[in-house]
T-cell receptor
Framework: EAQVTQNPRYLITVTGKKLTVTCSQN?????MSWYRQDPGLGLRQIYYSMNVEVTDKGDVPEGYKVSRKEKRNFPLILESPSPNQTSLYFC????????????FGNGTRLTVT | AQSVSQHNHHVILSEAASLELGCNYSYGGTVNLFWYVQYPGQHLQLLLKYFSGDPLVKGIKGFEAEFIKSKFSFNLRKPSVQWSDTAEYFCAVGSSASKIIFGSGTRLSIRP
């Protein structure tokens, strides 16, 4: 089954404790992206990757890092989480064809205390 | 600046009522238009998309949307809603996967 898999689904942590949210897709998609969803703000792009070893900042990259060492994986790293990073995070992927829609993971609800 | 506006933040309807959710955009160049739906506790799923051709697009579950270029709009419609349509709906606009902008979403609540 074609899917985007995120782990964990829920995460509660404390300020400053490094964490990683994993994302994996099995559709051989070149493009992958991370979004955060906050009430009233919709989805805002954090980082995206057009292919292996190619990453770029989205609209709200501060406090986040990503890597794309393999085509299928695109982890999101919070080196020193802060309470304002409490949010619902979605990973998405698509092929590079212009008209391709995004396929989303099930989301990770992160709480930073 | 590129932007997507969904003016209705929360819409409450009774079952069998007709639905229209507004979406207006500001975007230079060729646009691809999308509506995504997010059911409670789930991820976003594609409802329908428009790239070119017939401006009236039909999607899954009886939804449709009309692209009106002169009004920069891509409103979502459904003639008769069901309780299972309760969800949050996002309009999105972009020229490529890396340049998709999402609206702030419209929460739809259906009274049984």
């Amino acid at each position: 089954e074609a899917q985007v898999t995120q782990n964990p689904r829920y995460l509660i942590t404390v300020t400053g404790k490094k964490l990683t949210v994993t994302c994996s897709q099995n559709m051989n998609h070149e493009y992958m992206s991370w979004y955060r969803q906050d009430p009233g703000l919709g989805l805002r792009q954090i980082y995206y990757s057009m292919n292996v070893e190619v990453t770029d900042k989205g609209d709200v990259p501060e406090g986040y890092k990503v890597s794309r060492k393999e085509k299928r994986n695109f982890p999101l790293i919070l080196e020193s989480p802060s309470p304002n990073q409490t949010s619902l995070y979605f990973c998405a992927s698509s092929s590079r064809q212009n008209n391709s829609p995004l396929h989303f993971g099930n989301g990770t609800r992160l709480t930073v205390t | 600046a590129q932007s997507v506006s969904q003016h209705n933040h929360h819409v409450i309807l009774s079952e069998a009522a007709s639905l229209e959710l507004g979406c207006n955009y500001s975007y230079g160049g060729t646009v691809n238009l999308f509506w995504y739906v997010q059911y409670p506790g789930q991820h976003l799923q594609l409802l329908l998309k428009y790239f070119s051709g017939d401006p009236l697009v039909k999607g899954i579950k009886g939804f449709e949307a009309e692209f009106i270029k002169s009004k920069f709009s891509f409103n979502l419609r459904k003639p008769s809603v069901q309780w299972s349509d309760t969800a949050e709906y996002f309009c999105a606009v972009g020229s490529s996967a890396s340049k998709i902008i999402f609206g702030s979403g419209t929460r739809l609540s259906i009274r049984p």
